[in-house]
């Protein structure tokens, strides 16, 4: 985009550089890590309107589950995108998730605590955990890779077992009937833009139940969260100081810490990043099923990656955007709920998947070339 | 008050057993350019990470504008105003020159809190300082691994400058670079001196080093073989000590002087 405004402010500004190149739009939009999700996005979209566009599947309901899947994962994507670009991995998402299910439901339904403090509970155990996750890669110069695959373990058996001990069981139901009142779960719980679907219903534009409401109630809080965590996270990667420290950190570590990046600070705060981003997750998809699984989120951490990379994120870290992971995610939501509105059988849901990131990352390394090559 | 702008005293500095540097000293004034040369595993790296801050020296002193300065970070040694250029340079290829320029000490705007990086001051800035050097950043938001070797190192040198430089410590700067790209950067050292800079130019190539450099100090097995001024010693005279010339000089005479015995008897 600057490259862009330059270009055309300095046809008009009087120390006119004739030197610059002209670069038209379609260059600059070329550099931009986003593309290929962004491409991908409307490739997915032509396709379904094709193929399901007579099925409900862009109905006001239709678009609100595809969204909903897409957000829930773009959540846990972004924070993982932004981890990438700080030059680290964290595989111990999904357990992340389960682990601060059981951190809000335990405490909730079996010691009594009110619903507000569990959830807190939750998200103080996950900044201990990213901490953890983020002193132990800095400190001990390890591939995070090893470190976050032990702690995808180690959370997960403790999350299992501490579930059994205490309750017998693999799930703790019984969570909904607090929701209501408490001062914090609505944030993760709540529909917003009611009214609009209500008017709407009563227009008649879009599906309505038998009994006259509407079908599709409302925005799911997962949107919300998703929109307003990929807006915070592209105005700190592009606006802030922190925001080029994280690039810097992913780009070149011994290079940033020698001109004063405090590179073990930035790891550390973005490994909190994903285990907060993992809660967050939790909590809403907690508080909407009204019961926590020691099984949540498994497997969540690989398809987090996998979003970052369809949103150009590079595996060697420096590179990427929080946009482009969101894009990424909601390739990944729409082809998923998508799949039920064709004749093409759900199993072939992985296959896509796989092959989807397989050309994000060709691509990819190809537009780093590009970038780093003279032009 | 001295003449000089930085002297380090009888730097020594050790690892265990290991005598890494040794009575090392060396003065610089203002505008001054002194090279010091030296063969691999002469210390020049030990030596430079002590100017630096990276290490402390186990003996020895440094002062800066009369004052004695003991550095426990790299930090403190940019602050007092000694910028070192290393040879990565510490630049990030995939980000643009503003975001490298500024890397670390980006400037801010904007209300406590909510602060946030100053893009297009910094672009200003940035695109002002490589065109007073006269390389042409087409667009500071280009990313770095665009640029040429020289351009690169150039834009370091600049960076640390811009960033309150008083001495310039330069690590082999001109060693991954071809003929052209090489005077580039000289030239540019050349004149951050006459601006008043002193610059401590690292490096193991004579030809590059005699042409810009008003004075020479030697470095061999982490012992100065002394500080020379240009008028006083000859490019080749200087060669001959970084390589050991010495040692295969005197070599060559006692030879001379055993054949002269011998045929004697």
Not at chain 1, 37 to 57: E, K, N, Q, R
Not at chain 2, 140 to 165: D, H, K, N, W
Request: glycine residues 10%; neutral net charge; hydrophobic residues 50%.
């Amino acid at each position: 985009m600057s490259l862009k405004s330059k270009s055309i402010s300095s046809k008009n500004s009087l120390n006119e550089d004739e030197r610059l190149k002209k670069i038209s739009p379609l260059r600059v939009l070329l550099n931009r890590p986003e593309l290929g999700a962004l491409g991908g996005s409307i490739l997915v979209f032509i396709f379904f309107g094709i193929v399901a566009g007579d099925t409900g599947m862009f109905s006001a309901y239709g678009m609100l589950n595809f969204l909903d899947v897409s957000a829930n994962l773009g959540i846990i994507a972004i924070a993982a995108a932004m981890l990438m670009i700080g030059g680290e991995f964290d595989l111990s998402i999904g357990s992340m998730i389960g682990f601060a299910g059981i951190c809000i439901a335990i405490p909730a339904i079996y010691w009594g605590w009110p619903l507000w403090m569990s959830i807190v509970f939750a998200f103080a155990m996950a900044v201990l955990v990213g901490y953890f996750n983020g002193i132990m890669v800095v400190k001990t110069g390890l591939p995070s890779f090893i470190v976050t695959l032990a702690m995808l373990f180690i959370l997960r058996g403790l999350t299992l077992a501490i579930t059994r001990l205490i309750t017998g069981r693999t799930q703790v139901p019984g969570l909904r009937v607090l929701i209501e009142d408490d001062p914090l779960a609505w944030l993760f719980a709540t529909d917003t833009f009611k009214w609009l679907f209500t008017w709407l219903g009563s227009l008649k534009l879009i599906e309505l139940r038998t009994d006259g409401t509407p079908l599709a109630t409302g925005i799911p809080p997962s949107v919300i969260w998703f929109i307003a965590l990929t807006l915070f996270a592209t105005w700190i990667l592009m606006k802030t100081r922190y925001g080029n420290w994280i690039f810097a950190s992913g780009g070149d570590k011994v290079g940033a810490t020698n001109v004063g990046v405090p590179v073990g600070r930035v790891k550390i705060s973005l490994f909190i990043g994903t285990a907060v981003a993992s809660t967050i997750f939790a909590c809403i998809q907690v508080l909407d099923a009204g019961s926590a699984d020691t099984m949540r989120g498994t497997l969540k951490e690989l398809e987090a990656i996998a979003a970052a990379v369809v949103g150009g994120c590079l595996l060697t870290g420096g590179y990427g955007s929080a946009i482009g992971a969101a894009f990424g995610a909601i390739i990944f939501g729409t082809v998923s709920m998508g799949i039920f509105y064709t004749d093409v059988d759900t199993d072939w849901f992985k296959v896509f998947l796989g092959a989807m990131m397989l050309i994000a990352v060709v691509f990819n390394n190809y537009i780093r070339k590009k970038v780093t090559e003279s032009k | 008050m001295s003449d000089y702008l930085v002297q380090f005293n009888n730097i020594s500095k050790f690892f265990g057993k290991v005598i890494a540097l040794k009575d090392v000293t060396m003065r610089l004034k203002k505008g001054e350019i002194m090279c010091l040369l030296g063969d691999n595993g002469a210390g020049k790296s030990t030596l430079i990470k002590t100017l630096a801050g990276v290490h402390k020296p186990d003996e020895g002193e440094i002062i800066f504008e009369d004052n004695k300065i003991v550095f426990d970070s790299p930090k403190d040694a940019l602050d007092i105003g000694i910028g070192t250029v290393y040879q990565d340079l510490a630049l990030v290829p995939l980000m643009s020159v503003t975001r490298n320029f500024f890397m670390g000490r980006e400037p801010q705007k904007g209300i406590p809190f909510l602060k946030t990086f100053d893009v297009e001051k910094a672009n200003k800035i940035a695109a002002d300082r490589m065109g007073q050097i006269g390389i042409d950043v087409r667009d500071p938001s280009q990313a770095v691994g665009t640029m040429s070797g020289g351009e690169r190192q150039c834009l370091a040198i600049s960076r640390a400058i811009y960033f309150g430089a008083k001495v310039l410590v330069l690590d082999e700067p001109t060693s991954a670079l071809g003929v052209h790209q090489a005077s580039m950067v000289l030239k540019y050292i050349v004149k951050a001196a006459s601006e008043g800079l002193a610059v401590i130019l690292i490096t193991h190539n004579v030809h590059h080093a005699y042409p810009v450099g008003n004075s020479f100090t030697v470095l061999n097995r982490g012992k100065s073989m002394g500080t020379f001024q240009k008028k006083d010693i000859s490019r080749e005279k200087l060669l001959s000590m970084m390589a050991g010339g010495e040692e295969l000089d005197k070599l060559e005479v006692e030879l001379q002087e055993m054949d002269r015995i011998h045929n004697k008897n």
